[in-house]
């Protein structure tokens, strides 16, 4: 008897264009209240339940986003990119929503299987010819990476974010 390993399929993907401001945007649960988490400044993931929040360089004026639901963990990328993160975040509504300081909450018609604990998987690339991009973690100014082959992507954007999000099981107890 052989066990299988579940495939991944890729349940439904939203693409769209958010302008992050005070150097942050958000995929946030709709149904619960937000606030700036309180998180460490060194990350480029700033996270609390029902929240997750990107730090970006002072230089994106516009992101363009692409959000993708899984049936489990998605294939890895061999693409590069100039960074990456990987967050677990409880959806307790599981309607989601882009966020950002100045512009409130916008609905994402992203289909997710249930409320509950979700990771995510954070990848993003800056526009090579609107750099250079300095990083936005506290005590951090260097120049940051910027490779090659997502022109398309970026679509003219300043900054192209790929978020990946997945259920994962719940606590599970031993006997």
Same mark, same amino acid.
């Given at each position: 008897?052989? $066990? ?15 302008? !992050? ?15 700036? !988490?309180?998180?460490?400044?060194? /990350?480029?993931?700033?996270?609390? !339940? ?27 990328? %061999? ?6 993160? %990987? ?14 300081? %100045? ?18 998987r954070w990848q993003w690339?800056? /526009? ?11 005590? $951090? ?5 910027? !490779? ?6 970026? /679509?003219?954007? %300043?900054?192209? $974010? ?5 259920r994962t099981a719940a /606590?599970?107890?031993?006997?």
């Open positions: 008897m052989t $066990c299988e390993v579940p495939l991944s399929r890729l349940l439904d993907a939203f693409e769209t264009v958010v302008s !992050p401001s005070y150097r942050v945007f958000g995929l946030v649960d709709a149904g619960v209240d937000t606030h700036a !988490p309180h998180a460490d400044r060194a /990350n480029w993931l700033l996270s609390a !339940p029902g929240m997750v929040y990107l730090q970006v360089p002072p230089q994106v004026i516009r992101a363009s986003v692409r959000l993708e639901s899984w049936s489990t963990v998605p294939p890895a990328s %061999d693409a590069q990119w100039s960074g990456a993160e %990987d967050v677990e975040v409880e959806l307790p509504g599981g309607d989601l929503a882009l966020e950002t300081i %100045d512009g409130g909450q916008r609905e994402v018609p992203l289909i997710l299987p249930s409320s509950g604990l979700y990771r995510m690339i800056f /526009n090579r010819t609107g750099g250079p991009f300095t990083s936005p973690l506290a005590g $951090c100014r260097e120049p940051l990476p910027m !490779p090659s082959g997502h022109e398309e992507k970026l /679509n003219g954007a %300043d900054q192209y $974010c790929l978020v990946q999000i997945w /606590n599970e107890e031993t006997e």
